[in-house]
């Protein structure tokens, strides 16, 4: 289910429609309706300092593609991105079923 506030997507998902797993970054890719990520930003670069130091804090939100073995990003361009920029090879992953 997703709830827009403000003008923000914020999203409440029930337990039961999704999985929690390690995926790896390999079978992940960007959503290409999203904007591209801006990685000379100012908020990248605090990420970045802050996956280095304390690690993933927050999951990335992914769907499964239909008719293919990988998944699309709904929520977390930014964390992907710098991830893949630090040659982390699995990321914690919320994986939403198309039912959300």
């Known amino acids: 289910m997703i709830e827009i506030v ?8 029930w337990k039961s429609l999704m999985k929690i797993r390690i ?9 290409p309706e ?5 990685r000379n930003s100012f908020d990248y670069e605090i990420l970045k300092e ?10 990335l939100y992914i769907q ?3 008719g293919n073995t990988y998944y699309v990003i709904i ?7 710098v991830c893949q ?7 914690p992953c919320y994986i939403v079923l198309p039912d959300c």
């Open 23 to 31: 995926v790896p970054i390999g079978l992940i890719r960007p959503n």
């Open 34 to 38: 999203n904007r591209p990520v801006d």
């Open 75 to 81: 929520d977390g361009h930014y964390r992907y991105a």
């Open 85 to 91: 920029e630090l040659g982390i090879t699995s990321l």
């Open 64 to 66: 499964k593609v239909p």
């Open 6 to 13: 403000d003008g923000n997507h914020r999203w409440e998902a």
């Open 50 to 59: 802050s996956i280095q130091k304390h690690g993933i804090l927050n999951h």
